[in-house]
Nanobody, 123 residues
């Protein structure tokens, strides 16, 4: 069993930055692909970024490429999402998820989910 727990959300002005963290207990962390997703009110849960178990491969949605960076520290069982140049359209609940196979942009393929953290970007 894996239990991701997100932190670091909050309110920020457009153009600002936030760093989200996700600590995951349970199975060998370095074997897990970790993904970040977000869900705005009334919308579907969308892929944001993912990182392979070793951290050697990262993947991004086009909407965040060049602004967001995903990274991980396997010694701390933690994955991060550094978000720069935030826009009002980035406002959403951000979720951390884990899966034991390779990366995917499909939420349904992730096995373990955190409770989410709210990110609000004001204009």
């Amino acid at each position: 069993q894996v239990q991701p727990v997100e932190s670091g959300g909050g309110l920020v002005q457009a153009g600002g930055s936030l760093r989200l963290s996700c600590a995951a207990s349970g199975r060998t962390f370095s074997r897990l692909t970790m993904g970040w997703f977000r869900q705005a009110p009334g919308k579907e849960r969308d892929f944001v970024a993912a990182i392979s178990g070793s951290g050697g491969n990262t993947y991004y949605a086009d909407s965040v490429k060049g602004r967001f960076t995903v990274s991980r520290d396997n010694a701390k069982n933690t994955v991060y999402l550094q978000m720069n140049t935030l826009k009002p359209e980035d406002t959403a609940v951000y979720y951390c998820a884990a899966r034991g196979a390779g990366w995917s942009r499909l939420p349904s393929l992730y096995d373990y989910w955190g409770q989410g953290t709210q990110v609000t970007v004001s204009s």
